[in-house]
């Protein structure tokens, strides 16, 4: 192995990259057009463009990845996570061209990639699976008669992929058919398979895999677990080893289970097998182990494998182009052991609603003191064409406690300004009493996610006195300077999280603010350190800002994000909100899938008007009142940018 082709982008290219140059082999880079000036496409030895701007028009072009190497003068293809890297087809295509395939054999990955399948093959081999239907019969009328002999709550998944794309959870009978149709259309988007599964659903289960690796010579282990169960939409937020939750006897059998499984299909490299775990080790009974059930396998690298990384000390990258070199596995299972506890975090490009967004990156500052793989510069541009994520944030320390310290205090540290970003969810999930004790699972963001989001705009919005300054900052500018400043008081009107303030700021010398806001007394704010640092009542306050608008700015206030917009030159009141009442507007980029009201039809307050794909998901955009519709302005198809008008109601009578 000479030179690695990387079919992937970001982050884990980036990740691939390092570990294939420390072995001293050289790498190529594949890029779309959107992604031309990419930090992987700067740090590989060479690097190809693959033309397009979506996944489908570049990284999941097979015939132009297998050119892209064959023009290199690559001799392996690593196909990171996520795109192809679940294809048998591609990865047999690989092996056609003569390239070493970085992955398990096609046929382990059809024997196990496919969420049916597996559950079959681990049937046999007793390895406990939940009550469900993976049957060839697709059709709406099975899959109905199915869901009453299962019962609900029940799982509809995508057989194919993973990454959370194609679930949706059914807690009703009625709600099957949309249920059936929406993870088919975004089964098929993502994946290029529209089958179907459905799973007996548990309450309040734990999601807990296991990293296994395989070599070409019949050696097979595992290194431990990880406990994932921190999610939204049936992705992964957190994650973290070892699992609070397992124990060394549970331990073991999770790994057996996993190993068994790798082992029956001919399994070589990294995979990871998926489980859920019902009840937690300090609820079971004397009498009763908790229980756990395969979920699915995924057959290629995790985005998580860093904290096992952390953990077991092993570079997971250099074991898996070894292993594709045919070298034996570098360790035996009795040298696998675990060191202190690691916790990692992704960091989204999304808010606190788990609504993706797009924009370009205007400030970024990494935290140092802890493990950060991203893939981020200042001036980048977040599109709608790939995933969310803009990078993942771990912390490995001698106890759990510690290591959430460390990480929450990282994330604190951490500057992206320019676009919402999920980094204060993260930080208050972190510091959630019951995640802290242990104690999340899956349920735990459908649970407590309203208490943590009102945790989060209560800080946003507190101390409205140092907003107005940091307001006025970032206004007037790092050269602005109060020794000759006017004495009198600047009106002021802002507004934070939809909330105005109205304010009263007077400029005074010696880099002083006095500052009235929300009618409260007035305070005085001072400006230190090149106007990077604000004074309050004895308190320091660190300061970074970013504009985002010609009126709209980012702040960051002692680790808190606030996007304030300065409305002082706006009339008081001007109807906006009676116009607003009658549109429906995206509330970002993305493409129109589904419609599901026309024109002069009567709607319900939180029914489902619309259906967009954005970073790789579905969402649906819910009425935000009863009423009759006036227009539809979009069709199934049609490419829609932030507050663009989707649909308007009719004004009420």
């Not at 028009?57 to 064959?70: D, P």
């Amino acid at each position: 192995m000479k030179r690695l082709l990387i079919a992937n982008r970001g982050e884990i290219a980036r990740r691939i990259i390092r570990t294939a140059h420390a072995m001293g082999i050289a790498t190529v880079a594949v890029h779309s057009d959107v992604d031309a000036a990419a930090l992987h496409v700067a740090e590989a030895t060479q690097a190809v463009a693959l033309g397009g701007d979506t996944a489908a028009q570049s990284y999941l072009r097979i015939e132009a990845l297998i050119a892209a190497a064959r023009a290199s003068g690559a001799d392996a293809l690593h196909p990171g996570y996520g795109f192809l890297s679940e294809s048998p087809d591609f990865a047999q295509a690989v092996i056609d061209a003569g390239l070493i395939w970085v992955g398990p054999p096609p046929a382990a990955i059809r024997a196990l990639g496919n969420k049916s399948g597996v559950k079959r093959l681990a049937m046999e081999l007793g390895v406990p699976c939940l009550p469900g239907y993976a049957g060839a019969d697709q059709s709406d009328a099975r899959f109905a008669s199915e869901a009453a002999r299962i019962g609900v709550p029940l799982m509809v998944k995508a057989a194919a992929g993973g990454g959370g794309r194609g679930m949706r959870l059914v807690q009703h009978a009625d709600e099957l058919a949309a249920a059936l149709a929406s993870a088919r259309s975004e089964a098929a988007s993502a994946f290029g398979d529209g089958e179907l599964l459905l799973e007996r659903a548990l309450r309040s289960p734990r999601h807990v895999e296991v990293q296994v690796f395989a070599d070409a010579h019949g050696h097979c282990i595992h290194l431990g677990e990880r406990d994932c169960s921190v999610q939204r939409r049936h992705q992964k937020l957190i994650e973290e080893s070892p699992s609070p939750a397992v124990d060394a006897a549970l331990r073991q059998r999770l790994g057996e289970s996993a190993i068994r499984l790798a082992q029956a299909a001919g399994y070589v490299g990294a995979g990871t097998v998926e489980f859920l775990l019902e009840g937690a080790l300090r609820q079971a009974q004397a009498d009763r182990e908790p229980q756990f059930f395969l979920m699915e396998m995924n057959t290629r690298l995790q985005v998580e494998h860093p904290v096992t990384e952390a953990v077991t000390g092993f570079d997971l990258v250099e074991w898996q182009l070894r292993v594709a070199r045919g070298e034996p596995l570098p360790a035996t299972q009795r040298e696998v052991v675990a060191s202190g506890h690691a916790i990692e975090v992704r960091l989204c490009a999304e808010d606190e609603a788990f609504a993706p967004h797009t924009g370009v990156i205007r400030r970024f500052v990494a935290p140092d003191g802890v493990r950060f793989d991203h893939a981020l510069h200042e001036g980048m541009s977040v599109t709608p064409h790939y995933d969310s994520m803009l990078g993942k944030l771990i912390a490995h320390a001698p106890t759990r406690d510690q290591a959430i310290a460390r990480l929450a205090g990282a994330l604190e540290r951490l500057v992206v300004l320019g676009l919402p970003t999920n980094r204060g969810l993260l930080i208050e999930c972190l510091r959630d009493p019951r995640f802290r004790r242990g104690e999340a699972g899956i349920a735990f963001l459908a649970d407590h996610g309203e208490a943590i989001r009102a945790a989060l705009r209560e800080r946003e919005t507190r101390d409205p006195a140092l907003v107005v300054a940091a307001l006025w900052v970032a206004m007037a500018g790092p050269r602005h300077r109060l020794a000759l400043a006017p004495p009198f008081e600047r009106p002021m009107r802002l507004r934070l999280r939809g909330r105005v303030i109205e304010a009263r700021l007077c400029e005074q010398p010696a880099d002083r603010l006095r500052v009235t806001a929300d009618g409260a007394a007035a305070e005085e704010v001072r400006v230190l350190a090149g106007h990077a640092r604000l004074a309050q009542g004895g308190v320091d306050h660190t300061l970074h800002i970013a504009a985002v608008d010609t009126d709209e700015w980012h702040l960051q206030i002692d680790g808190t994000d606030r996007f304030v917009a300065d409305e002082s030159w706006r009339p008081a009141s001007n109807g906006s909100a009676a116009q607003h009442a009658i549109e429906l507007r995206a509330p970002f980029n993305g493409r129109v899938v589904a419609l599901h009201a026309a024109a002069q039809q009567d709607v319900s307050a939180g029914a489902t008007l619309i259906v967009i794909e954005s970073m790789k998901l579905e969402h649906a955009i819910a009425a935000p009142r009863s009423g009759r519709l006036a227009s539809v302005a979009v069709e199934i198809g049609q490419q829609v940018a932030t507050q663009q008008l989707l649909m308007s109601f009719e004004a009420a009578a």
